[in-house]
């Protein structure tokens, strides 16, 4: 029996299934429904002033912190923190982002190791006028639609952490003063 072409006036919506459409079919994005893979909403704080901290344990860096309210369970956040600052060794200390109170981004457990998420941390000792940089990308899977916050800590097993500054700190050309972000971005999913 020849085929014959059908209008698409005379097809029942609903009769077509995902089965019935050849993988190599061009179909238009605006023809598809859902919205996967969208970015749905973008929430940064931004960290201009300074923190200081000589803990050996991880403590929260005042003002660098985000909530977002994911609008499906199913969504993921995708978290970027950019953080400035020094400290005395670079293989001494450590940046940790966290889910509230949840460790996320961070290495196998392993001995007695700190589990952190930036693997060393800024310049070493000298000069003590050079910042450096900590930068973490990581997709998260909070299964929520409560508000869900993220933060950073930091932590040091020599002398100081600085945040957006220096370590002398002078009132000088080459004392620089920085600004540090963390942005959280939902993802459909």
Known sequence: ??????????????????????????????????????????????????FSTSS????????????????????????????????????????????GATAIYIGDTAGDRTRISGAGMFNSASPVQVMGNAFA???????????????VQVFTLSNNVRINRTDNDLDQADASRATSSITVMEIAG
């Not at 019935?20 to 994005?29: F, K, L, M, Q, V």
């Open 1 to 50: 029996m020849p085929l014959t072409k059908i209008q698409s006036l005379g097809i029942t919506d609903g009769t077509i299934v995902n089965a019935d459409i050849n993988a190599s079919a061009g179909i238009a994005g605006t023809k598809i429904s859902g919205s996967f893979g969208k970015v749905l909403q973008v929430i940064q704080t931004v960290k201009s002033d300074t």
């Open 56 to 99: 050996a344990s991880l403590v929260d860096v005042t003002g660098l912190s985000v909530s977002i309210t994911p609008s499906s369970a199913s969504n993921k956040i995708l978290v970027t923190l950019d953080l400035k600052g020094w400290a005395q060794n670079a293989n001494q200390g450590g940046v940790t982002l966290l889910r």
């Open 137 to 151: 990308v990581f997709l998260d899977s909070p299964n929520t639609t409560s508000s869900t916050n993220y933060k």
